[in-house]
């Protein structure tokens, strides 16, 4: 048992090391406490880095190993920079050794230009070697894009060779020029949710094109922002929650239209018939419940009676040039998903010879079910074809972004990217968000965190490859959490989301690729900062150029009583909405269905009364806001009225761009998704619905003089 100097300096230790590798001491809640982060949650941590701290012995060992990491190789993984600056970065190499150094471009270009700086440091013995630490600096006429920095130098026993990856990255993203500078505005909706005739039992891509053209068309919108549309499992149950995917590269062939697939034309009339045949039993269009287990097992029988049918040479050549492209990561998932056809999708539960994509046996079961893995690649061929197809006709139908997809903050633990890039996740915690206003006791996503030592080790390629395929057909990207960039909530496993911790990540690294891939792809990125921020944080998105949420329930004037905050005075750079999918549509709002939720569910830590009577004061502080600008009369305002009043509010303000939820337009009050809940509430299965709560149809959308009005409303032509 250690005595109390030995207790003090383990934890001493414990607190050094956490700091070194990024994992908070300490923090500040919710309601403005400092929090000291207990020292049995750090060594849970930091083990999950592979930092063994649960001695003062091993602590000390640990705290040595990391002193020296930097000195044991010759240049490190990654350096991100940006445009024009001229960053400098140490190299070691034996003591007395000369190295020459040189850059190549991604064009294969070689540069030099690397000018040696000076550096006093005395050199050091690593690994029974003396190595010596020389500091450049890089020129400052780098072009954007992935370049490399090699290193050469010659000691004893011959040359020695190593080379750093170079991110060169735009200072800021900002809007397309494209879009001028007017604010714009768009639709928010639930893909899934939004079904017609032709849906099989769930919406789907061209349900999106449709909704989107309407909008585009007959409103003026210039977005539609959807749900993450990443991959789910491969058969039922399909996890409902499109924020819990098996990949973030790849996406869900839920959303595929079978009929619009080429192929399709090729079928006989036994094919066509049994399609007609699979279509009815996808589930009613108007069923009171979204069925995706149902929808898929269909669909999916449909896409093989497709993917069967011949393809031309030139569409053979074009699959062929998709899977070429997409390389070992489409091999990964679409092997992850045949062999999660025969031992189910949690692959934790598989044979341990199966466990890893490299193992012999994972490789003898893709050559043995070579058709089953073409059938999934073939999937997101088709996937990629028809988003292609849908962004260039939203582009067509006059909006100035088109789609603006969702990233999720991260994957299930047992699907195919923690499989694939399983060296990139951290074991033992899982993801997730302290105490906050609307989450009193915490959240636990049930996610296993990227680890940023692996990340910076492997130049952030997994990160880029992700970031790259969701802007490949999107004029926009939302980024869920993206404060998750910066610092994430780690969890030690068996314990509460209470007793987490933060763990910081290169946020200049990570969103400065961020930036160059949506600068690539002349795309807007929208980052969700709702909760608990780090103030400093709001202002580096901004000097970015990535725009933040703005929640108009959640935007109150801190600084001058707590009353809702002006609207001359809400972030230009913003995305600005009414409302989020995690709380009731409006109508539902200003009900305080929100509260009466939670208190059924038990996720309440203030009695129901307190929340009622807080929430009633905020809502009518806003209704108070209304009346002072002029947008709602002093006599009793129906809820539709008040409903366009809000929307009319953002238009007061600066911000670039507006949201109203289809839920809305529509004048549906339940919650897409009530966190904190996995089936205590039907998260991510409610259908789009009208007022009295029965499902409707898009078509309903495309005549109700409701939506037609909210949308004139919010694209600041109309109002009260």
């Not at 007959?218 to 929650?241: F, I, K, Q, R």
């Not at 890039?421 to 959240?443: H, I, K, R, S």
């Not at 009577?613 to 006599?635: F, I, P, Q, Y």
């Amino acid at each position: 048992m250690p005595n109390a100097d030995q207790q003090e300096a383990h934890e001493q230790l414990v607190r050094d090391l956490a700091a070194a590798y990024g994992v908070a001491t300490d923090y500040w809640d919710w309601q403005g406490r400092h929090v000291v982060v207990e020292t049995a949650t750090m060594v849970a941590v930091l083990a999950a880095l592979d930092v063994d701290a649960a001695t003062e012995g091993s602590a000390r060992q640990a705290a040595a190993t990391q002193q020296d990491a930097a000195w044991a190789r010759m240049l490190p993984p990654v350096l991100v920079t940006r445009q024009g600056w001229q960053p400098t970065f140490d190299v070691h190499v034996p003591e007395g050794s000369p190295v020459d150094l040189w850059i190549e471009l991604e064009t294969g270009e070689h540069r030099g230009g690397v000018e040696q700086r000076e550096n006093w440091n005395p050199p050091r013995t690593v690994a029974h070697e003396q190595v010596g630490e020389a500091t450049f600096q890089l020129p400052g006429d780098l072009p954007l894009g992935y370049h490399w920095v090699h290193a050469r130098t010659t000691a004893q026993g011959g040359d020695r060779l190593a080379r750093m990856s170079l991110v060169v990255t735009p200072h800021w993203v900002g809007t397309p020029a494209r879009l001028g500078d007017q604010p714009r505005w768009g639709l928010a909706t639930q893909l899934y949710s939004v079904r017609s005739p032709g849906s099989w039992g769930t919406g789907d891509l061209a349900d999106l094109a449709d909704l989107g053209s309407w909008a585009a068309v007959a409103h003026g919108a210039d977005y539609v922002l959807v749900n993450p549309l990443h991959a789910a499992e491969p058969t039922a149950p399909m996890e409902p929650s499109p924020y819990l995917p098996t990949s973030r590269r790849f996406v869900n062939p839920l959303y595929l239209r079978p009929e619009l697939i080429p192929e399709h034309a090729a079928l006989g009339p036994s094919d066509r018939a049994a399609l007609r045949a699979f279509q009815e039993k996808a589930g009613d269009p108007v069923g009171e419940r979204i069925d995706r287990d149902t929808a898929w097992t269909a669909k999916r029988e449909a896409l093989r009676r497709v993917y069967a049918a011949p393809r031309t040479p030139g569409r053979q050549w074009a699959f062929d040039g998709y899977c070429r492209r997409e390389g070992r990561g489409l091999e990964d998932y679409a092997t992850w998903a045949a062999i999660a056809e025969v031992h189910g999708s949690d692959s934790l539960g598989w044979p341990t010879e199966l466990k890893h994509p490299d193992l012999p046996a994972v490789r003898a079961f893709r050559a043995e079910h070579a058709e089953a893995v073409d059938f999934h690649r073939w999937l997101q061929w088709v996937l990629d074809e028809q988003l292609a197809g849908t962004q260039l006709g939203l582009r067509r139908a006059g909006m100035g972004l088109g789609i603006m997809t969702d990233l999720a903050v991260g994957v299930h633990g047992s699907g195919a990217d923690a499989w694939s890039l399983q060296e990139t996740y951290a074991a033992g915690v899982t993801v997730g968000a302290p105490p906050d206003p609307y989450n009193q006791q915490g959240q636990d996503w049930n996610q296993p965190p990227w680890r940023p030592d692996r990340l910076a080790e492997a130049a952030y390629d997994p990160f880029r490859r992700m970031v790259a395929a969701a802007l490949r057909n999107a004029g926009g990207l939302r980024v869920d959490h993206v404060i998750g960039l910066f610092r994430l909530w780690w969890i030690p496993k068996g314990a509460g989301p209470t007793a987490g911790t933060y763990v910081r990540y290169d946020h200049e690294a990570m969103i400065g690729i961020l930036a160059l891939e949506a600068h690539r792809a002349d795309a807007v990125v929208v980052g969700e900062d709702l909760g608990t921020v780090e103030p400093w944080v709001r202002s580096y998105l901004a000097d970015r150029g990535i725009l933040g949420t703005s929640i108009l329930w959640f935007e109150m004037d801190h600084d001058h009583g707590g009353g809702p905050l002006p609207a001359e005075r809400w972030r230009e750079w913003c995305l600005a909405s009414v409302t989020t999918h995690d709380l009731p549509p409006t109508a539902g709002y200003l009900a305080g269905d929100h509260v009466h939720l939670r208190d059924s569910l038990g996720l309440l830590t203030r009695p129901v009364e307190e929340e009622l009577a807080v929430d009633s004061l905020e809502r009518e502080a806003w209704l108070g806001e209304l009346r002072r600008v002029g947008l709602l009369s002093d006599d009793g305002a129906q809820v539709q009225g008040i409903v366009e009043a809000l929307h009319a509010y953002l238009t007061r303000t600066p911000s670039r761009l507006r949201c109203l939820a289809l839920t809305d337009a529509v004048g549906d009050r339940r919650a897409q998704n009530q966190p904190g809940t996995i089936d205590e509430y039907p998260n991510w299965r409610v259908p789009l619905s009208g007022p009295d709560g029965r499902p409707i149809l898009l078509d309903d959308v495309f005549t109700s003089e409701r939506a037609a009005r909210l949308c004139a409303v919010t694209a600041g032509r109309g109002g009260t």
